[in-house]
Structure formats: structure tokens, C-alpha cells
């Protein structure tokens, strides 16, 4: 049975988390027994251990451990010559909350109110088991480890306000399910490999039936039941493997696949089985010479769309992004020991129907790229002040001259 909140009540949570935290900010200031954990920058880290790499505010000699980050915007749009006007935007206000049940046993859980409270997702809750640094069990709701971002997507680590289009256009940003599984990692030298395998719920029958009227896979977001049964009745396996070099960087190749349609019910068959996959690669480094940052990812999606659908449905899409980061200026300013200002640009692209009309072989639209020239300003690593110029081109279904839009988006993002 799927369970709604009134809006009333998601804002008398919202509120009573904002008040938690306020006390334990005064906490903080007044009280020596409080103290701030630090992110461990001494090992070289892995996206995958991005879950537990957080700043966070713990009363000492206890298990539990608090923190989170805050993202909010503005932004002036114009299509067309036709523009809406200048908006304001509380993008998300997410919560970490972590514990150390006992020895080898941890719990982490991660909530996020979006739009003001408009929208609340437990994104992150499970529980851990270390049973050796190769092998460790997983299980709750799950991140799946499908490409990078999915895993490290917190705002403040970013130097653009929006997600990338392949993250939440292509694939389902922040994409978790409900499951177990495996990961572990070891180190030789220079180099670290990771690995993670789940068996979780997932997918459901939007993924054709939805609103854009094409394939769509962030439409399956919108199930919350997929947290307490698997719509097609079978599990969802993602799995992925890391290699990072820690004088040259890291690179990861991932998988997810699994049965999509409700193809039986109650005994009667309704249709085949009809499985989607999804094949990721991502990758980081940093050019120590001149201490540039190069973040990106690609990802190839199968569907197996029924024969009944037209066109319009693809069973191929593809997609990417890439970030640049140039640190331009780091120095003191004011109070802030090692401020850093960057310059930055991202390159986003997504099709969602790779491949040619049967009628006249000529090539499918319903594509986008886009290139968002940035500054950002960081008076400590975890808060960034971001000015963005985003320009973007998309195609229709019929490959019609694109359309363009520009945006200007200003906006911050800090951890707490």
C-alpha cells in the first residue's frame, strides 16, 4: 500500500529538522563536548566511498553523527526571444545521519526535502557489515553505483547549479532502490580497486508509459512502491568496478540491468518479459601542473520497447558530460585561509533515440546538447558560490532546426 504525506505535515517535519539542527548548531558554539568531523583527505578516496566522505557534527563519545548541505538559486531564462522573468529557487535541503551501532556495524541514512519541502526522499538508509576491506554486505535503500555522479552527486562538490542532463535527463538522479549486496575494495602501491554488487527492486512499465512520451528512465522515480515490492517481480543486479591511480586518477565501469514490465499477473501471462540495460563508464583526474580538474562520464542505454510502440519510443540512448575546473586564485580572503576561485565549463549531451526512420532512413532527433561557461567562488571546500551562463540546443523528434535556450543561474551550496 502506497503511503502519502499532506503537504501540511512534510512541513511540520521540514520544520522540526530545521530546529533539531539549529540546536545543535548552538550546541556547537557553546558546548566543548561538541565537535565537527573532518572529511579524511589522506587516502585517496573512490566515488563509492563518497556515501560515508561527509563533514559531519558529532557529540562526543556517542554513535550518532549529524550533517547535510543546502543548495539554493536563482535564475532568468529566455527561449526564443520569450523569457518568464527572474525566479528564485530552494533547489534541496538534504540530511546525513549516521551511526556506529557496534563494532563493524554502521548505519548511514540520507534524506532530502527539494522545492522547500515540497518533496521529500529517503535517498540513503542502510546498514553496513565490515567483514574484511574485501568484502563487506550492504543492505536498505541503496544508492545504486550506476556511473559516478549517482553516488557523489552532493551540490557543494560541484561548480554548477544544475545537475548534468545525463545524470537527470537520461538517468535517474540519486536513483535508489530498495535491496542488498556486496563491495569491498583493495590497494597495491599507487593503484585502489573498488567493486559493488546489488540485487535490488527497480524499474517499472513508465519507463515507456509516461508523460514525455518517450523512453523515459527518470519517470520510474515517481514509484515510490518500488521500496516495497519489484513491479516486474524480479531483482534489478548493478554492479560496478573502480580503478584508481593515485598519481594519475580514477576510472569506473558500471552496470544495471533487469526485467522492466509487469509481464504476469495473477497467473496471466501479459506480455514477455522486456529487460532494459544500462552501461556506464566515468572517470576523474587532476593535472598536477596546473592543478586543472577533469570530471566526466558516459553512459549506453537498451530498451526493449514493444513492437506496437512507434518510433518515438528508442531502444538505444546515449549521453555524456564533461566538467573543466581551472583554479585561477587561491589565497586568504577575509577569514577564509585557502579561498579558491575557479573558472569552469560544462558540455552536456543526450539522445534519447539513437537510430533512423524506417520509412526514410534518415536520422532521428530528440537530442540535446548544451555548454555552460561558470565561476565559482570557494571560501572553504565545502560551500561554493556559482554564477552560470547556460546555453542549450534540442532537437525535436523530426531533427527540426533546434531550439535555444539561455540561462543565467547564480546560486551557493554548503555542507552544515
Given at each position: 500500500?502506497?503511503?502519502?504525506t499532506?503537504?501540511?505535515h512534510?512541513?511540520q517535519?521540514?520544520?522540526l529538522?530545521l530546529?533539531?539542527?539549529?540546536?545543535?548548531?548552538?550546541?556547537q558554539?557553546?558546548?566543548a563536548?561538541?565537535?565537527?568531523?573532518?572529511?579524511?583527505?589522506?587516502?585517496v578516496?573512490?566515488?563509492?566511498?563518497?556515501?560515508?566522505?561527509?563533514p559531519?557534527?558529532q557529540?562526543?563519545?556517542?554513535?550518532v553523527?549529524?550533517?547535510?548541505?543546502?543548495?539554493?538559486?536563482s535564475?532568468?531564462?529566455?527561449?526564443?526571444?520569450?523569457?518568464?522573468?527572474?525566479?528564485?529557487?530552494?533547489?534541496r535541503?538534504?540530511l546525513?545521519?549516521?551511526?556506529?551501532?557496534?563494532?563493524?556495524i554502521?548505519?548511514?541514512?540520507?534524506?532530502e526535502f527539494?522545492?522547500?519541502?515540497?518533496?521529500?526522499?529517503?535517498?540513503?538508509a542502510?546498514?553496513?557489515?565490515s567483514?574484511?576491506p574485501?568484502l563487506?554486505?550492504?543492505?536498505?535503500?541503496?544508492?545504486?553505483?550506476?556511473?559516478g555522479?549517482?553516488?557523489n552527486h552532493?551540490?557543494p562538490?560541484?561548480e554548477?547549479v544544475?545537475?548534468p542532463?545525463?545524470a537527470?535527463q537520461?538517468?535517474?538522479?540519486?536513483?535508489?532502490?530498495?535491496g542488498?549486496?556486496?563491495?569491498?575494495?583493495?590497494?597495491?602501491?599507487n593503484w585502489?580497486?573498488?567493486?559493488e554488487a546489488?540485487?535490488?527492486n527497480?524499474?517499472?512499465?513508465?519507463?515507456?508509459?509516461n508523460?514525455?512520451?518517450?523512453t523515459?528512465?527518470?519517470?520510474?522515480k515517481?514509484?515510490?512502491?518500488?521500496?516495497?515490492?519489484s513491479?516486474s517481480?524480479?531483482?534489478?543486479f548493478?554492479?560496478?568496478?573502480?580503478f584508481?591511480?593515485?598519481?594519475?586518477?580514477?576510472?569506473g565501469?558500471s552496470f544495471m540491468?533487469?526485467?522492466?514490465?509487469?509481464?504476469?499477473?495473477?497467473?496471466?501471462?501479459?506480455?514477455?518479459?522486456?529487460k532494459?540495460?544500462?552501461?556506464a563508464?566515468?572517470?576523474?583526474?587532476?593535472i598536477?601542473k596546473?592543478?586543472?580538474?577533469?570530471?566526466?562520464?558516459y553512459?549506453?542505454?537498451?530498451?526493449?520497447?514493444?513492437?506496437?510502440?512507434?518510433?518515438?519510443y528508442?531502444n538505444?540512448?546515449?549521453g555524456f558530460?564533461?566538467?573543466?575546473?581551472?583554479?585561477?586564485?587561491?589565497?586568504?580572503v577575509?577569514?577564509?585561509?585557502?579561498?579558491?576561485?575557479?573558472l569552469?565549463?560544462?558540455f552536456?549531451y543526450?539522445?534519447?533515440?539513437?537510430?533512423k526512420?524506417?520509412e526514410?532512413?534518415t536520422?532521428?532527433g530528440d537530442d540535446?546538447?548544451?555548454v555552460?561557461?561558470?565561476?565559482?567562488?570557494?571560501p572553504?571546500?565545502q560551500?561554493v558560490?556559482r554564477?552560470?551562463?547556460r546555453?542549450?540546443?534540442?532537437?525535436d523528434?523530426?531533427a527540426?532546426?533546434p531550439?535555444n535556450?539561455?540561462?543565467?543561474?547564480?546560486?551557493?551550496?554548503?555542507?552544515?
Open positions: 500500500m502506497k503511503t502519502y499532506s503537504y501540511k512534510k512541513l517535519l521540514f520544520s529538522v530546529i533539531a539542527f539549529s540546536m545543535n548548531a548552538n550546541a558554539k557553546n558546548n563536548l561538541f565537535k565537527r568531523s573532518k572529511v579524511d583527505t589522506s587516502f578516496q573512490l566515488n563509492m566511498d563518497a556515501t560515508y566522505n561527509r559531519f557534527l557529540l562526543d563519545k556517542t554513535p553523527a549529524l550533517g547535510g548541505y543546502l543548495e539554493a538559486n535564475i532568468y531564462a529566455s527561449e526564443g526571444g520569450v523569457s518568464e522573468g527572474l525566479s528564485f529557487q530552494a533547489r535541503l538534504t546525513f545521519m549516521s551511526a556506529t551501532i557496534s563494532k563493524r554502521k548505519f548511514l541514512s540520507e534524506i527539494e522545492d522547500g519541502g515540497k518533496e521529500i526522499a529517503i535517498e540513503f542502510a546498514m553496513d557489515v567483514l574484511f574485501e563487506n554486505f550492504r543492505g536498505g535503500i541503496i544508492m545504486n553505483p550506476i556511473g555522479f549517482n553516488q552532493d551540490g562538490k560541484w554548477f544544475e545537475r542532463n545525463m537527470n537520461l538517468l535517474p538522479a540519486t536513483w535508489s532502490n530498495a542488498f549486496g556486496i563491495f569491498g575494495k583493495t590497494h597495491s602501491k585502489i580497486i573498488g567493486y546489488y540485487l535490488t527497480g524499474f517499472d512499465n513508465t519507463v515507456i508509459n508523460e514525455e512520451s518517450k523515459f528512465l527518470p519517470a520510474s515517481e514509484n515510490g512502491d518500488r521500496f516495497e515490492e513491479n517481480g524480479h531483482g534489478l548493478t554492479g560496478k568496478i573502480a584508481k591511480n593515485r598519481k594519475i586518477g580514477e576510472i565501469f540491468s533487469g526485467v522492466y514490465n509487469k509481464y504476469e499477473e495473477d497467473g496471466v501471462v501479459l506480455d514477455k518479459k522486456r532494459l540495460s544500462v552501461y563508464v566515468d572517470f576523474k583526474t587532476t598536477k596546473t592543478n586543472t580538474y577533469i570530471v566526466g562520464e553512459a549506453f542505454i537498451s530498451v526493449d520497447v514493444p513492437d506496437t510502440f512507434t518510433q518515438q528508442g538505444k540512448q546515449q558530460f564533461l566538467d573543466v575546473v581551472q583554479p585561477i586564485l587561491k589565497q586568504k577575509l577569514d577564509w585561509e585557502n579561498a579558491t576561485l575557479n569552469a565549463v560544462r552536456d543526450v539522445d534519447w533515440n539513437i537510430g526512420f524506417n526514410t532512413n536520422n532521428i540535446l546538447w548544451a555552460t561557461p561558470a565561476i565559482s567562488f570557494r572553504t571546500s560551500t558560490f554564477i552560470n551562463y546555453y542549450q540546443w534540442q532537437r523528434l523530426l527540426n532546426a531550439a535556450k539561455a540561462s543565467w543561474l547564480f546560486g551557493f551550496s554548503t555542507c552544515f
